[in-house]
């Protein structure tokens, strides 16, 4: 008999026992052990979706809904905290105990070894997150990275079945080392993240000559902070390559490390090799200098690129750029210089987030193809920029962002409703003196010799506009807001 089974005959015996001999206080407390099964079963639905595959199959599986793990109403460690007999009555039920939530900076009235106890050898997701603010002070890290080790330490004999593992603290050096604290094989692990707030560059570092013996076949989402990603080393990354389908970096100031943990050319010799992965996100990144060498050749493919806070030498993005030997589906770039004359690979959609004033804007937007593109609280983003935009230049047939047909501008002050009146309205007539069509709705099919006509337009937190503004906007956009 197993120990869930013994716990079971166990409460079910207190529970006959507790209705013949006291008085409830409360109706609900008279309720048959059975009948508390069945109410809990019903809350735990709740929180199950079916499962999500890829590619797309018939399945009656479920999974958790993605939540918020320290919401006090996740399941099952709210019901568990009402009373240790509704906590004994849950831990009598494994896959209620498959989704392990360890709060480093709170308290818990469930302990996570209980928790492990309970699953039963059942697949797990594992969170160890922060429960409360971010909090910089030395006594917070010395706790902080206490904690994590203790929560690493319980964790560790289960990575064998955990489905996902995802860290979320405040301090790059509070986080477990992946070749120091993983090892062994990890056959279900699909999603592993090691995620940071700040890299305060205080990671030991790892002897990188050292092979290590931890191995997930499975894994296809990695989310690592930069010194954890450079001291996994290429043969590691290389040797997950196959199903890895979603990379993001972040946290890393090479300023802060006496020894090269990271480098560009280093992501470039990974991602060659990773032809799998369609979704890049590099995050607050400081790359050490590593020049490829000469002869060295590095191309890659990905639908999805987000770059976000990358510093470092003027031609580190160009040369990024320059790698990328697809159409990506979209990119994203927020808070980077981007206003050196660089290539920027074309991809249907382009948001452009938080570039200062001084970034010319017109530069890496001077060769892009795409459809869609999204400005967001870009102060460069003026009637100058517009007047290029509306410009055939010096042919009358040489425009910017020439198959454009959506554009967003959300939280731009800088910028007329004169000078965007006179793109939306020279784009049109140009558009309209090589092809033709009979109402708006046709124009998201054309494929225009010169340039597009907008076909959509969202204006947010810029100048205000007047009803006659709307009203023209409506008139000349098949869809304004």
């Known amino acids: 008999m197993s120990d869930t089974d013994t716990r079971l005959d166990r409460l079910q015996s207190q529970s006959q026992e507790s209705n013949r001999r006291i008085q409830p206080r409360s109706p609900i407390e008279s309720l048959p052990f059975e009948l508390f099964l069945k109410i809990f079963r019903l809350v735990y639905m709740q929180h199950r979706r079916k499962q999500l595959c890829w590619p797309p199959t018939q399945t009656d599986q479920t999974e958790w809904i993605p939540e918020d793990p320290t919401s006090r109403s996740i399941f099952p460690y709210a019901v568990a905290s009402v009373c240790s007999w509704w906590r004994d009555i849950l831990s009598t039920v494994p896959e209620y105990w498959t989704r392990i939530i360890i709060i480093i900076d709170k308290a818990s009235p469930i302990s996570a070894s209980s928790c492990f106890e309970w699953s039963n050898n059942l697949p797990l997701d594992v969170v160890v997150t922060l429960g409360g603010p971010y909090d910089i002070s030395p006594r917070s890290t010395r706790s902080e990275k206490a904690q994590v080790a203790s929560a690493m330490n319980i964790l560790h004999p289960h990575i064998s079945r955990c489905k996902t593992i995802r860290f979320n603290v405040a301090r790059s050096s509070s986080l477990?080392?992946?070749?120091?604290?993983?090892?062994?094989?990890?056959?279900?692990?699909?999603?592993?993240?090691?995620?940071?707030?700040?890299?305060?560059?205080?990671?030991?570092?790892?002897?990188?000559?050292?092979?290590?013996?931890?191995?997930?076949?499975?894994l296809s989402n990695l989310l690592l902070n930069g010194a954890n990603f450079g001291d996994a080393g290429a043969l590691w990354l290389m040797d997950h390559a196959a199903h890895l389908r979603r990379l993001t970096i972040s946290h890393y100031k090479a300023s802060?490390?006496?020894?090269?943990?990271?480098?560009?050319?280093?992501?470039?010799?990974?991602?060659?090799?990773?032809?799998?992965v369609h979704t890049l996100t590099l995050?607050?990144?400081?790359?050490?200098?590593?020049?490829?060498?000469?002869?060295?050749?590095?191309?890659?493919?990905?639908?999805?690129l987000s770059l976000e806070d990358i510093r470092g030498d003027d031609d580190d993005l160009p040369q990024l750029f320059s790698y990328v030997n697809n159409y990506p589906e979209q990119i994203e770039i927020t808070r980077c210089a981007i206003d050196s004359p660089a290539y920027l690979p074309n991809s249907y959609v382009l948001r452009l987030n938080d570039t200062g004033a001084s970034e010319n804007l017109w530069r890496p937007l001077a060769t892009w193809?795409?459809?869609?593109?999204?400005?967001?609280?870009?102060?460069?983003?003026?009637?100058?920029?517009?007047?290029?935009?509306?410009?055939?230049?010096?042919?009358?047939?040489?425009?910017?962002?020439?198959?454009?047909?959506?554009?967003?501008?959300?939280?731009?002050?800088?910028?007329?409703?004169?000078?965007?009146?006179?793109?939306?309205?020279?784009?049109?007539?140009?558009?309209?003196r090589t092809d033709s069509w009979d109402n708006d709705t046709d124009i998201i099919a054309m494929n225009f010799d010169i340039v597009s006509p907008l076909t959509a337009l969202r204006v947010s937190g810029g100048p205000p506009l007047s009803a006659e503004d709307e009203e023209w906007f409506q008139r000349n956009i098949l869809s304004f807001r």
Not at 198 to 210: H, I, L, N, W, Y
Not at 256 to 276: G, V
Not at 283 to 304: I, K, M, N, Q, Y
């Open 176 to 218: 477990p080392s992946l070749p120091e604290n993983f090892h062994g094989f990890a056959p279900i692990l699909h999603e592993l993240e090691l995620r940071c707030q700040s890299d305060d560059g205080e990671c030991p570092t790892f002897d990188a000559v050292r092979r290590w013996d931890f191995f997930c076949p499975k």
């Open 256 to 276: 802060l490390y006496p020894h090269k943990r990271l480098s560009l050319r280093d992501l470039y010799i990974i991602l060659t090799r990773a032809e799998a």
């Open 283 to 304: 995050r607050d990144l400081e790359f050490d200098t590593d020049p490829v060498l000469p002869g060295e050749r590095f191309s890659f493919a990905v639908e999805s």
């Open 369 to 432: 193809t795409g459809q869609l593109l999204t400005i967001q609280s870009c102060a460069s983003f003026d009637d100058h920029l517009l007047g290029r935009m509306a410009s055939g230049g010096t042919t009358g047939n040489e425009f910017m962002c020439p198959q454009l047909l959506e554009l967003n501008i959300i939280r731009c002050p800088n910028f007329s409703v004169t000078a965007l009146k006179h793109l939306v309205q020279t784009r049109r007539e140009m558009a309209a």
